[in-house]
């Protein structure tokens, strides 16, 4: 490995952009991290987070070698230990539990921490598959957006984030780009600059994105789907649709006409706070300017109703025939295009009870606590769940069971970490080889590594290769390198877009694009092979067949809907034990409130606040202004809680299940807020 000189690689944080990178190394040493001006979509802008990724891989807390624990459980007290006496600890524990109470008492946890595909979804399903662990439902980010939006369109397919250049209207609904997809903000403004393009920002908090828009509107939390059905009220009713486009390829749209009728804007103003001027407005403007596009968020799924919004709003540009306009349509996720062959990857068919239970990561609190069978061990690696799941109260009482055996892979002791028995001292993604496919852009990522494991940390590929070792496990499959993990994903038949796309060409060129045709004319892959304004299969699997605004559920009698959205330096708690990045972020956790609430209530701006309900409590200190509608308060940033800070905002957080795909209801939650 070269000790100095310039290096190429990809940002690994689970974010749409994911980033072409390019790093100086000195001394064996990154010295510096930039954008790849060479990458077509990320031109080498980068954000503040990465720009100082530096200050996070040679971090002087970054974990160094193995550990188990000393003291009680959550008091972090640890001592070090050998790699043989980890690999030996755990496995011997797994086999007893599985001898007593059967390889279901078993449950890995993760998420995306790092994109990699190897790191994410590789050796490691290939090792739970086998040990016949129970199977994680990993549904806390988008799995009620995926389902919502498959129902209409067949799967997370949009348009081409390179042609929103073209786009002369782009709508951001319920995404705070700057902060999470940040070139689709530079390439809105390159639309408004040379296109004279507006942009108009739908969402519950003026954040930075709301800032920059030409027009903002405001609205209640949870009533997104309301405000989509009240703008197809207007565009069916003063003939602002493409009516060629609708019969050629709909299904349902005579249904829908007649369905939105009750959706007077009105009745919408009523349920949204969006004025019935404004929805007029928005729907004229939409129904008249094209391109169009509609770049749809994360944030408003994480409703009980998400599922639904996410669904009836990606009808929208199918009412105006914006799919055959370059520049026009919408983007929810496009991940569709660079799936890869998961059965390769993943080996499922090592799974020998195919029944075996699952268990929804979103209600791991709920789980730990009363699971039955009971959970005997935990595996967490690339998530910090003590911090980012729900009801976090629940989930930390779930870490402190004694008979709970818990291991935590990661490059930080986290909060998490601090309950586990053992703790394993992972790689970061420069130190490994991997491959990315991004949910946004339509480009495939080769990382090689760039420096060496910093100390004696491992990857998951290898921590899982010792696992399937002490294991006893002989199959071939866990002797794979990650070169030939590659080539098995990318070998997918089922892709055409993937085709010329392998392990040789990516290690020449570092990125390559998917070979991307428009969506239309073609046939989407519904059961209709159109886009369903109408859906058999929604019926049939218990949802309405029609875009339909459905209230949000009583979350107990207090007074204030409760939005822990993200902040800009941090990516969920990644960052946030980190000095330079909460330096970054320029102050401590804050609670924007609406200036009448706080004169009703007595609250003066930067004073500490009590936020409360029947599942836990923060104090923060409050901003009060203009910045949400009265009834709303918002958050930014999942900040390191811990020493006694009272900042953990997910333990005011609901763990009901959204009416789709699993999904979380993060945002759906009421508080209460006082005087601290």
Known sequence: MKHFGYFSGVCPLDCPDQCGLLFNKIMGKITKVEGDPSHPVTKGNICNKVRNMTERIYDESRLQYPMKRTGAKGAGLFER??????????????????????????????????????????????????????????????????????????????????DTIESKLIIFWGINAVSTNMHQMILAQKARKHNGAKIVVIDVHKNQTGRLADWFIPILPGTDSALA??????????????????????????????HVVQYDPLTVSGITGVSVEDIYKLARMYGQTSPAFIRIGNGPQHHD???????????????????????????????????????????????????????????????????????????????????????????RKGLE????????????????????????????????????????????????????????????????????????????????????MIAQALDNPSNPYLQGINYESLAENHFLKAAVKPLFPGKLTTPSGKIELYSEQMASDGHPPLPTYIPLPVDGEHPYQFIPGPNHNFLNSTFSNNQEHIMLEKEEPRLHMNHHDAKRSGIIDGEMVRVWNGRGECKLKVQVGESVLPGVVVTQGLWADDKGTMQLVNSLTPDRIADMGGGATFFSGRVSVEKS
Not at 92 to 114: A, V
Not at 362 to 379: D, H, K, M, T, V
Not at 416 to 443: G, M, Q, R
Request: glycine share 8%.
């Open 401 to 484: 069971r004694e008979d709970l055996f818990t291991v935590v892979h990661d490059l930080f002791l986290t909060e998490t970490a601090k309950y586990a028995d053992i703790v394993l001292p992972a790689t970061s993604s420069f130190e490994n080889t991997d491959i990315y496919t991004s949910y946004w852009h339509h480009y495939v990522q080769l990382q090689q590594p760039v420096i060496e494991p910093y100390g004696e940390s491992k990857s998951n590929v290898d921590v899982f290769r010792l696992l399937a070792k002490g294991m006893g496990f002989t199959e071939s499959v866990f002797e794979d390198t990650e070169a030939e």
């Open 81 to 162: 230990i050998t790699w043989e006496e980890a690999i030996k600890t755990i496995t011997s524990r797994w086999k007893e539990l599985i001898h007593m109470d059967g390889p279901d008492s078993i449950l890995p946890y993760s998420f995306y921490g790092n994109m990699g595909l190897l790191s994410a979804e590789g050796m490691d399903r290939r090792f739970f598959h086998r040990l016949g662990a129970s199977r994680l439902d990993r549904t806390i980010c988008n799995s009620a957006s995926s389902v919502g939006y498959k129902y209409t369109m067949g799967g997370s397919f949009g348009i081409d984030p390179e």
């Open 229 to 258: 059905l009240g703008l197809m009220h207007v565009l069916f009713a003063e003939n602002m649709v493409d009516n060629d486009f609708m019969q050629q390829y709909t299904v349902g749209h005579e249904e829908l006409r007649e």
């Open 305 to 395: 109703n998400g599922g639904m919004f996410i669904r009836t709003v990606s009808c929208l540009p199918a009412l105006t025939g914006q799919w055959l306009v370059k520049g026009g349509g919408a983007i929810k996720g496009n991940s569709g295009y660079l799936a890869t062959n998961t059965m390769s990857l993943q080996r499922p068919d090592l799974l020998q009870n195919k029944k075996m239970r699952s268990i929804n990561m979103n209600l791991i609190g709920e789980s730990l606590l009363s699971a039955a069978p009971p959970i005997r061990s935990l595996f967490v690696y690339g998530t910090n769940p003590a911090v980012v799941a729900p009801e976090g109260n629940k989930v």
